[in-house]
Structures are given as C-alpha cells and as structure tokens.
C-alpha cells in the first residue's frame, strides 16, 4: 500500500463543473504538495501545505493534519484544467530531500 | 518554462547506446533532484545532489550515472540501458534540500530504450 493515497484515479467533468480531488496520506508530514502534470510531462507545483487552506485563483487546496487528508478544489472548471495531479508528502522524519508522491488523478474537463 | 530546463525533451536509444540528459537551472537553488516516471506509477527519487555533492542515491542501477559539475547544471549519464528503463526522466530544483519553500520542476525527457 502506498503511503498517498489518492482519489479517484479518474475524474471526467463538464465545464464549469465544481472538482473534488483527495489526497490520504500515512505518515506524519512536514508540508504536502500538490502538483499538476500536463500531457507533455512537465510538473508545475500549485500549492505547499502544512495546515489549514491556501487559495490560488480558482484552486484552492485544504489539509487536516489530524486526520491526514487534503483535498484540491477547483471551481468553475474548464477544459485547460485537464492534467494529472499529483499528491506529495514531505516527512518530518526525513532528512528533506525525499518526497513521498501519490500515483496522480488523471482528471477531464470536457467543453 | 519553470526555470528549470531539460534537454532533450526526447530521446530513442538502443540498450548499448551512450547518452545524457542535462538539467539546467539558474533560480540560485542548491539543491537538485532526478526522479523517473514509469507509466502509472508514482515519482520515484533516483538522486539528489546538495550543493553539488551527492546526498542520495536510491538504489539506482549502476547503468545510470548522475553528475553535478556545479550547483546550476545536473547530468545523467546513461549506459547499456533496458527496455524497462523507458520512462519520462524529471529533473527539479529547491532552494536547500530541505525543500522548504518548495520545489521546480522541469518538462522532462520522455526516454526509449529500443
């Protein structure tokens, strides 16, 4: 079992739709990140958490710590919000230079 | 473009071929990373260089050679690759391996090994 979990694997929605993604995690953290990966492969880094909620835009990312959840939101979707995106955790027991990385959310925005 | 640049972006090697990737950053970061992207599968950490020494290497086959001439540019030098060692190469950059304020990623060199 991996140590981040993340659902659902695939997400298709409708423009304009409200979109929910979840991230669990296992061990105890120092800061969860959330990243978005296009069709091309590069990884563009969206939010660094390490409580409460962060809002960029029309994403905005929430974590709890107690029971080690965050999920990413994005409202008012739109075809160009098509990526992966990636759940990662930085463990507080780690040096710093490992992140742990979720298997991704392949998620559709369909016009 | 991030600020963190890798070339190529592609590339088609037979098993007993010689390459490398570079990794390129200018963001004064001192920290920089190679992770490989298998399909459906997690990131995984591969090496990690801080200020030019390496920190970690996470049980990478000998086939897969990692250099840091100086805190900007990251190589990977590849030998007598396999077929299962496709995958899409992802180099990235933090202010101090501590990662602190976060991390930047670069596009990747999606890999073929024929």
């Known amino acids: 079992k991996n140590e981040v979990e993340q659902s659902p694997q695939n997400l298709t929605a409708q423009e304009g739709e409200f979109i929910t993604i979840n991230c669990s995690y296992s061990?105890?953290?120092?800061?969860l990140h959330w990243l978005q990966q296009h069709p091309g492969g590069g990884i563009v880094s969206l939010f660094m958490?390490?409580?409460g909620k962060k809002k960029h835009g029309r994403l905005i990312a929430t974590i709890n710590i107690q029971e080690k959840h965050s999920s990413l939101h994005i409202t008012a979707s739109h075809p160009r919000d098509s990526a992966v995106y990636i759940c990662?955790?930085?463990?507080?027991?780690?040096?710093?230079?490992?992140?742990?990385f979720g298997e991704g959310t392949q998620l559709t925005v369909n016009p | 473009e991030t600020g963190v640049t890798q070339t190529p972006r592609h590339l088609v090697m037979g098993m007993t071929n010689k390459k490398s990737l570079k990794c390129e950053q200018h963001?004064?970061?001192?920290?920089m990373y190679w992770y490989k992207q298998s399909a459906k599968k997690p990131l995984e950490l591969m090496f990690v260089?801080?200020?030019?020494?390496?920190?970690e290497n996470n049980s990478v086959p000998s086939r897969f050679s990692p250099e840091c001439p100086n805190s900007s540019h990251l190589f990977l030098h590849l030998h007598t690759l396999q077929p299962e060692d496709s995958a899409l190469y992802l180099c990235?950059?933090?202010?101090?391996?501590?990662?602190?304020?976060?991390?930047?990623f670069g596009s990747g060199t999606r890999l073929t090994v024929v």
């Open positions: 963001l004064g970061h001192n920290a």
């Open positions: 990235a950059s933090s202010h101090t391996i501590k990662g602190s304020y976060g991390y930047t």
């Open positions: 260089y801080s200020l030019e020494e390496r920190v």
């Open positions: 061990v105890g953290i120092s800061a």
């Open positions: 990662a955790v930085r463990g507080i027991e780690t040096s710093g230079s490992r992140l742990t």
């Open positions: 958490l390490s409580s």
